[in-house]
Structures are given as structure tokens and as C-alpha cells.
């Protein structure tokens, strides 16, 4: 069977990043999940589709074409019913509609084979919220990233500021807080580590120290 190595955690993590390295490292393919639930909300947000119609973003789900693109050089580029919708993924509001539509089970079960069709030779990193514990259960590599909220809120803080949006360390942390909170209580995929993985906090530490631990759960 194809080796699977799964990467799930709370945004913030470090997950993106890392992720995307470890792959780059192994020479696997990689899938960013997240990119998925964002890209339905992007379709949904060019439809005018109503966040709250289950019925019309489960439809969305299923009409909606996505397809990633690998440059040479470049980042990975997501390309939505044929346009590039890279920028547009990661702003706030294709964020908020991501969760949203997250929630929806419906979804999430059409999904589930698109995101599986990833697994190819010679082998996948798989990111997100619920690789280990629904969409790749059997992976033989599973790792679960944290890092203190205080961390988090930083990582954040120095995002936003290199984009010259001002906010304050407090907010940010009381944000990130209710967003744990709310993440944890959710019915629906609630954010939890699988059973069989690997715990590893990225408080303090960098990133090649974080891709090395990682790389030692594949090759120990
Ligand atoms: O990781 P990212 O911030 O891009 O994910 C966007 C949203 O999609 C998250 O807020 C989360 O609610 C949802 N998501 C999910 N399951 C995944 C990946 C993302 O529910 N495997």
C-alpha cells in the first residue's frame, strides 16, 4: 500500500508549513484539506450562496472543480471552476466560510473521496484537522502538531503585522483561545489527535527543528 503521513493540529500550528517541507523533503505529493474547505467557500461566495442553506453548499460541494497546480518554482496554486483563486483562499473571509461549511456533514462525506484520490505513489502528506483519525485511518504515519496559545498568537501577530494590519497581542490570544474552545466543542469533527499519533509541541522550537522531528516519525 501507498504510505500516507498524516499532519493534523489547530491553525497555528504550524501544520502549512511544515507540511508542505516534509513533503518536499520525502518527494511525496501533498494535500492541504484546508485549501478544499476554502476553495467550496470561494465557489459558494462567487454563487452569492447563503452560508446558512446546507442544502445549496452540499450542491456547491459537488459542482465545484478544484484543482492544485505544482510550479516548478513557485507555491502551489488552486485553481477553482478554472480560475486561479490562490490569493483569494487565504483571506478571512474565504476562512470564515471554510468553517462554516465544515461543518456541514454532508460535505464532508463528498469530500472524503476527492481527498483520499491523493493518496498516488510514491506517497502523501496529508494536512488538516481529521487526515489521522477519518480520512486516512490506516496511515502508518501520524503526527499531531501543537504549540501554546501564547505561541500561536504571536505567529500570528508577526503575520499581520508584515502586512501592516494593526492588533494587539491581547486580542489576538483571547481569539485564539475561543477559538480552541469553540473547535473542541463543535459536534461536528471536532479537532482531537488520533489515537496512534505522534504528539509534537512546536512551542519555542524552529522550523528545521520541527520538520526533523517530524521526518523521524517516517524514517526513525
Ligand atoms: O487549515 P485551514 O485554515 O486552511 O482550514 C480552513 C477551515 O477548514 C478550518 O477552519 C476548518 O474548520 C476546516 N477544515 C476542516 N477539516 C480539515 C481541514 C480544514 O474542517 N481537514
Redesign the pocket.
Known amino acids: 500500500t501507498i504510505p500516507v503521513l498524516t499532519i493534523d493540529g489547530p491553525?497555528g500550528s504550524g501544520k502549512?508549513t511544515i507540511s508542505r517541507l516534509v513533503a518536499r523533503r520525502l518527494d511525496w505529493h501533498y494535500l492541504d484539506?484546508?485549501?478544499l474547505?476554502?476553495a467550496i467557500g470561494v465557489a459558494a461566495g462567487w454563487a452569492d450562496l447563503d452560508l446558512d442553506d446546507a442544502g445549496a453548499l452540499v450542491r456547491c460541494t459537488f459542482d465545484t472543480e478544484i484543482g492544485f497546480q505544482e510550479p516548478e518554482d513557485g507555491d502551489l496554486r488552486v485553481i477553482v471552476n478554472g480560475h486561479d483563486a490562490t490569493d483569494e483562499l487565504r483571506t478571512e473571509t474565504a476562512?470564515a466560510a471554510?468553517?462554516a461549511i465544515?461543518a456541514i456533514p454532508e460535505v464532508r462525506a463528498a469530500l472524503k473521496d476527492r481527498q483520499r484520490a491523493f493518496r498516488r505513489p510514491p506517497g502523501l502528506v496529508a494536512d488538516?484537522?481529521?487526515?489521522g483519525t477519518v480520512i486516512f485511518p490506516d496511515a502508518p504515519y501520524k503526527v499531531f502538531l501543537t504549540a501554546s496559545a501564547e505561541e500561536r498568537a504571536e505567529r500570528r501577530y508577526k503575520q499581520l503585522k508584515d502586512k501592516g494590519v494593526s492588533v494587539t497581542m491581547d486580542g489576538l490570544l483571547r481569539e485564539i483561545l475561543a477559538r480552541d474552545a469553540r473547535d473542541a466543542s463543535r459536534t461536528v469533527?471536532p479537532l482531537r489527535p488520533a489515537i496512534d499519533a505522534v504528539h509534537i509541541d512546536t512551542t519555542g522550537l524552529g522550523i528545521e527543528a520541527v520538520v526533523g522531528r517530524v521526518l523521524a516519525v517516517v524514517a526513525p
Open positions: 491553525s502549512g484539506s484546508g485549501a474547505y476554502r476562512g471554510a468553517s465544515a488538516g484537522r481529521d487526515m469533527a
